[in-house]
């Protein structure tokens, strides 16, 4: 065995024998009085045998422990191990070197002592996290219920630096909020949302907001919607970016100064429409035909054709070609609003083609075909303004949608038998649906009984894709406004 000197005060040379066996040191924040008890505290001894059978000294030499203890767990110290309640401390095992020293003094000579070094230290396990608080049992919160303790009371277990911060006054937080709020208004537009309940309409953009400021008020895109209300009261925001950009105009500019000449509505027959200042459907009878309906596409006939491929309703992305998508100016919308990212196309405002999502909502002035028009001019409208059907009846809002299923219902079916014969791959059911309303367009028969020349253009040279639908009743046509909630 290994020997080595060890020099007490007295200059005096003690020679003491080093043993072979290496151990780790275990580290308790405490007293301890009972070792049994420590032992439980630290969830017995095989829990200490796992934890320290990973630890390897300095010197590529395993500790001595029990080989059935070779999958090595955390360490963990409970200092109340029946308290449920009661959260662990875990323990850092890191490399140490030092001797374990055994020092006997007799009772009867405690001058004298006998010192024996049994091994080498190696690993050392420190609990330099924080304990849990403790919970005091006190019956008369018990007896109450008045306290219901946590399972834990803090959510850190390491201690941490924490920078503190001044209490904010009362002054500093109203400047604070003030300031936010002329930010809001003088870079961003403010518009009315109402509810179909609401007493009252606005007459005009709220004080303060940048939609009542003199520059908005005075721009270019102002006066040009200013027009387009004045033709037609109530108007969709697909046909207003749609006409705007047919004018050279920027739909987020569109978006940015509508707010300065319409308001809208957020619930109701009208929804999602651009209603003029001042102007109230609600009391107008005449405003029957700029109502909305919706339609939707069901999972039969999305999944008739194409069952192979897709067995669920999923929405297409389509693109226009000649759209123009570079942008160089930013003035306050978000670039991935989806009133930037929406593509209009004429079908989405006059039902010519199916609609390209499962949901879709139409004016009732808007829709094409003799047998929708004839029903939309034949409807005369009710005493009452209803807040789900407005001033039309029931039954023509039901004869309407069932026109339009009708509709969709022949697309898919000639859509079907087209692709039945054909031996292609099996084409998306948007792609189905576009050729095959494609196909029944070119048809005279079909035109004439689904879809009637309704658009009369001065100059057909002139006419291209994004030309707009105006029939020869409304000169102004409507779209189909899903709103925010409906993209």
């Known amino acids: 065995m290994p020997s080595a000197l060890l020099s007490s005060t007295s200059n005096a040379e003690v020679e003491l024998t080093i043993g072979e066996r290496v151990f780790a040191s275990i580290e308790i924040p405490g007293s301890v009085n009972d070792p049994d008890k420590a032992i439980e505290a630290l969830n017995g001894n095989d829990s200490i045998c796992k934890a320290l059978s990973l630890a390897v000294s300095s010197f590529n030499e395993p500790i001595s422990v029990d080989p059935a203890c070779q999958q090595g767990q955390g360490l963990t110290l409970k200092l109340r191990p029946d308290d449920p309640y009661s959260r662990p401390i875990d323990a850092n095992i890191s490399p140490y070197s030092c001797f374990l020293l055994e020092i ?7 001058s004298s002592a006998t010192i024996q070094v049994l091994g080498r230290v190696n690993h050392v396990a420190r609990f330099e996290f924080l304990d849990d608080f403790q919970i005091v049992h006190n019956s008369r919160f018990l007896k109450d219920m008045q306290l219901l303790p946590p399972v834990f009371m803090s ?21 604070r909020l003030q300031s936010r709020r002329d930010d809001h208004h003088t870079r961003f537009s403010r518009f009315a949302l109402i509810p179909f309940d609401s007493p009252t309409i606005p007459m005009g953009p709220e004080e303060g907001s940048f939609a009542a ?14 027009e387009k ?3 037609r009261p109530l108007i969709s925001k697909r046909l207003l970016l749609y006409s705007m950009r047919l004018a050279n105009q920027d739909r987020r500019s569109v978006i940015r100064f509508v707010y300065c000449v319409a308001y809208r509505f957020s619930g109701g027959p009208w929804r999602g429409l651009w209603c003029r200042y001042g102007y109230d459907p609600r009391k107008d009878s005449s405003s029957l035909p700029y109502q909305c309906i919706d339609i939707r596409i069901r999972e039969e006939f999305a999944t008739a054709v194409a069952a192979k491929r897709r067995q669920h309703l999923e929405l297409p992305k389509t693109k226009a070609d000649n759209l123009i998508r570079k942008r160089k100016h930013f003035n306050g919308l978000n670039p991935s609003h989806p009133d930037v990212t ?23 002035c808007d829709l094409s075909g003799p047998d929708l028009l004839a029903v939309v001019n034949n409807a005369r409208p009710t ?4 807040h789900r059907t407005g001033w039309a009846m029931k039954e023509v809002l ?14 898919m079916s000639l859509a079907s038998t087209e692709h039945h014969s054909s031996s292609e791959a099996a084409p998306s059911w948007e792609q189905i649906l576009h050729d095959s309303a494609e196909k029944l367009a070119v048809d005279a028969d079909a035109v004439d009984n689904i879809f009637p020349d309704a658009f009369d253009f001065e100059d057909e040279a002139d006419f291209d894709q994004d030309a707009p639908f105006e029939s020869d009743d409304m000169k102004s046509s409507s779209s189909l406004d899903e709103f925010e909630i409906f993209e």
């Open 104 to 110: 006997r003094r007799p009772r009867r000579s405690p």
């Open 155 to 175: 959510n850190i277990s390491s201690p941490r630096d924490y920078k503190f911060r001044d209490v904010p006054t009362g002054i500093s937080r109203q400047k």
């Open 213 to 226: 400021s003199p520059d908005a008020l005075n721009d270019p895109v102002t006066r040009l919607l200013k």
């Open 229 to 231: 209300f004045d033709e």
């Open 342 to 364: 929406m593509v209009i196309t004429p079908s989405d405002i006059d039902f010519s083609a199916p609609p390209h999502r499962s949901f879709a909502m139409y004016q009732l």
């Open 383 to 386: 005493s009452v303004c209803h």
């Open 398 to 411: 039901d004869e309407i949608r069932s026109i339009m299923k009708h509709r969709i219902s022949m697309w």
